[in-house]
């Protein structure tokens, strides 16, 4: 059985859901999914749940590309997640199904962008990092002392000291601490 889905949010609890409903109601919504948090979060409950549930052939419906994308960016991932998933999704206000072949042609659209921009990021790396080498730099975070690694070692090894304490003494990490212990057991 097929279902259709409506998604509809608000970035303040202040803000009324009513016109979006009012518009998803038009498309006779088997379950509407609301939530009032700002669309600049990452983690949506209810976009998350609805996520979880639609399947194979649903629809889901929202008002706007706005209310399901925080960024052009994630939105074109939900639009390909949910057509990798087989999913329909229709925006209202931008008359975009992608169940139509104009939708269709709008999904490939935006799949060759977001593949060229994650190409262009690709390449604006390296160039960054072949221009680096070429000054002598060298990508990654900067070594510690090794006055400071023997130190933190000292200190780990007197047993005096929490791992905070030691942090805080030393300024090495619990994890690069743990990393030359590491190498302090197996002998390299």
Sequence with gaps: ??????????????????RQLDILEKYQCDQ??????????????????LKDNVREGDTIVVESWSRLGRSTRDLID?????????????SAKEKFDTSTPQGKLM??????????ERDLIVQRTR??????????????????????IEQAIKLYDSKQYSLREIKEMSGVSTT??????????SGD
Aim: proline fraction near 2%.
């Design 107 to 116: 999904l490939t659209v935006f799949q060759a962008f977001s593949e060229f």
């Design 127 to 148: 160039e960054g990092l072949k221009s680096a080498r070429a000054r002598g730099r060298v990508g990654g975070r900067p070594k510690k002392s090794e006055k400071k």
């Design 176 to 185: 690069t601490l743990y990393r030359y212990l590491e190498k302090r057991k």
């Design 32 to 49: 509407i999914y609301t939530e009032k948090i700002t669309g600049t979060k990452a983690s949506r409950p209810e976009l998350n749940r």
């Design 78 to 90: 939900l639009v390909e997640f949910f057509d990798q998933k087989k999913v329909n999704v229709i």
């Design 1 to 18: 059985m097929k279902y259709t889905y409506g998604y509809a949010r608000v970035s303040t609890q202040s803000q009324e859901l009513n």
